[in-house]
């Protein structure tokens, strides 16, 4: 790969939010290379196929196998991409899931395990490959849900929903990124929480109505545009920080 190219690992990009940022990526400019990291690998190369078909595509793909929940596979994703890379300039911390479950343990502890455990151990192993940028970026997404002000402040729309485990997991993913950026600021590294807001996903679910929520959610791509500017340096002065598409908000 020419020096040029700036390589993006994306987990969870076969769809959703992971997706359409690879796609906003890719044809933003040929200087960017998106690995689609998914743990299907039939689905992330599909993923593949579908974008590079498309007219509007200038950068160009790969794809890499990742499962969140498997210290394994994240460790075999980031020696497959340190054997084909070489370094990574940015890491994308996107998988991640949703559940409501009447079973607290379950809801709590899945969630935990795979949207906190496995996006910090994620870092970890791609953090050698991160150090060999020039510019490195390490970006988590997180959402307003996990907002302590949000949630506590009365009338807030943030805070009638009931997701605890949901919640729990992305406020601890927050304190992820803010020890990171402690940590890796200094060695150069650009560390952000990023809420791309409420935008059409299957994270809710795979019906229409989950999808838009209803009709409410903007387009994917908002999230994914919101995403390119950060790692186009437009939001450097809010590094460290938990960023949404209107700014900066409230831990």
């Known amino acids: 790969m020419a020096s040029t190219l700036r390589i993006v690992l994306i987990t969870g990009a076969n769809s959703g ?10 044809a933003a400019s040929a200087n960017y290379h998106v690995i689609i990291g998914a743990r299907n690998t039939t689905k992330g190369a599909e ?18 196998q990742i ?12 020696k497959q991409v340190d054997k084909e890379f070489g370094r990574v300039d940015a890491v994308i911390n996107n998988a991640g899931i949703c559940v409501l479950s009447e079973d607290l343990e379950y809801e709590l502890e899945s969630q935990f395990k795979t949207n906190v455990v496995g996006a910090a151990l994620t870092t970890r192993a791609f953090l050698p490959l991160l150090l060999r ?12 849900l996990g907002s302590v002000t949000e949630t506590s ?3 807030s729309p943030f805070g009638a929903w009931k997701g605890i485990g949901y919640r729990v997991s992305k406020q601890a993913m927050n304190m992820v990124m803010v020890e990171d950026h402690k940590e890796f600021a200094p060695q150069g590294i650009k560390v952000f ?5 409420l935008v059409e996903s299957n994270l809710r679910g795979t019906s229409p109505e989950a999808v838009t929520a209803g009709g409410r959610a903007r387009p994917a791509a908002d999230s994914g545009r919101l995403l390119l500017s950060v790692l186009e340096g437009e939001r450097d002065a809010d590094v460290g920080k938990f960023l949404h598409y209107d700014g900066v908000r409230p831990w």
């Open 153 to 155: 402040t009365p009338g």
């Open 17 to 26: 939010i992971g997706y359409a940022t690879a796609k906003v990526l890719t």
């Open 193 to 197: 929480s990023v809420c791309p807001g």
């Open 67 to 78: 499962d969140m929940n498997n210290k394994s596979s994240i460790s075999a994703a980031a």
């Open 47 to 64: 993923a593949v196929k579908t974008l590079q078909s498309d007219p509007n595509t200038k950068g160009s793909l790969s794809t890499v």
């Open 133 to 144: 940028s020039a510019s490195a970026y390490l970006v988590y997404i997180t959402s307003s």
